[in-house]
């Protein structure tokens, strides 16, 4: 009988969202105890606003800008249409640029008339001179804070703010009741991270965690014994999601990560996440 059932989970998991990709793997989802999500574009929308844009000493705020917008024009992370979209509402003119590369889960680079223009992650600037105080204060309130370098001088920082996914927060409460542990890994600030998680819900978070990181990250929560679901949606997230027992891919997301994740939430809906678990359970119980 076991062909038949497979047959009609299919047709109801794809009537749910549900893209599975491999069989096998979405079969072990009943064992799974926990979830890691990844934040931007997963817990939350991941369609930034500019809130703030703090200037250093001897630059403006529309310069800024228009730097980090004309370079965000060939990056296709949600910071950068947030940035784009900023400078478009503002009708600024935006230039020309070479040699663009991005630094995966750091930032991005290229060439403006000849001058070389990064927008980056704190990280990057750690050892520089800024407005500490005022990056705190941004950072707690949850907004994620980029910073513009132009020939490697600072210029100044701009800050953005996202949603968080009500779905996300009902996710985390129904994982909660099946007793389930609820993991955020990210690449944000830890600050950023934890205004996220708290108002999620969230059981434990890993911030500031570069892109090769997260999928050591997972085989080391693997290594401590839980059965782990990876929930992702970025080019960042693609190891992870490969290296976790189940892969599962927001639908809106990059198709590096669907083509790594064994299931697709077709709606990008993270409350899908438990309906999968469920429906897992119920393909097994026909089985046996
Ligand atoms: P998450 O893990 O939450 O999805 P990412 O790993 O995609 O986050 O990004 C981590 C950090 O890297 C961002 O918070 C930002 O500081 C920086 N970053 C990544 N891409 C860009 C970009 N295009 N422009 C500016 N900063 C970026
Ligand atoms: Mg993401």
């Known amino acids: 009988a076991a062909p038949l059932v497979i047959a009609v989970s299919t047709s109801i998991s794809a009537k749910k969202g549900l893209l599975i990709r491999n069989r096998a793997n979405f079969e072990g989802a009943r064992n799974v105890n926990a979830v890691v999500f990844d934040k931007t574009g997963t817990l939350t929308k991941g369609e930034f606003g500019v809130t703030n844009i703090v200037s250093q000493e001897g630059y403006n705020e529309n310069d800024i800008l228009t730097w980090a917008a004309s370079l965000e024009q060939n990056s296709?992370?949600?910071?950068?249409?947030?940035?784009?979209?900023?400078?478009?509402?503002?009708?600024?003119?935006?230039?020309?640029?070479?040699e663009?590369?991005?630094?995966?889960?750091?930032?991005?680079?290229?060439?403006?008339d000849g001058r070389k223009v990064n927008v980056v992650s704190p990280?990057?600037?750690?050892?520089?001179?800024y407005d500490r105080e005022q990056f705190e204060k941004l950072s707690e309130?949850?907004?994620?804070?980029?910073?513009?370098?132009?020939?490697?001088?600072?210029?100044?920082?701009?800050?953005?703010?996202?949603?968080?996914?009500?779905?996300?927060?009902?996710?985390v409460a129904s994982l909660k009741d099946e007793e389930i542990h609820s993991i955020m890994l990210t690449g944000d600030n830890q600050k950023v991270a934890d205004w996220v998680a708290k108002q999620l819900g969230i059981d434990e978070v890993y911030a500031e965690v570069l892109p090769d990181d997260k999928a050591n990250q997972v085989k080391t929560i693997k290594e401590k014994g839980w059965k782990v679901a990876m929930t992702g949606d970025g080019v960042n997230d693609a190891p992870a999601l490969a290296t976790a027992d189940l892969g599962i891919a927001i639908g809106a997301g990059t198709d590096v990560a669907m083509e790594s994740a064994d299931?697709?939430?077709v709606k990008s809906n993270p409350k899908d996440v438990v309906?999968?678990?469920?429906?897992?359970?119920?393909?097994y119980r026909k089985m046996i």
């Open 100 to 112: 663009f590369s991005s630094i995966t889960g750091k930032g991005i680079e290229g060439k403006i």
């Open 76 to 98: 296709e992370h949600p910071i950068a249409s947030g940035i784009v979209s900023s400078a478009n509402e503002k009708d600024f003119d935006l230039k020309k640029i070479e």
């Open 141 to 171: 309130e949850g907004k994620t804070v980029v910073f513009v370098l132009v020939d490697d001088e600072l210029t100044g920082m701009v800050a953005l703010a996202d949603m968080v996914r009500e779905t996300a927060k009902e996710a």
């Open 275 to 283: 309906s999968l678990m469920e429906l897992s359970h119920k393909t």
């Open 123 to 129: 990280g990057y600037v750690e050892d520089m001179d």
């Open 263 to 265: 299931v697709v939430l």
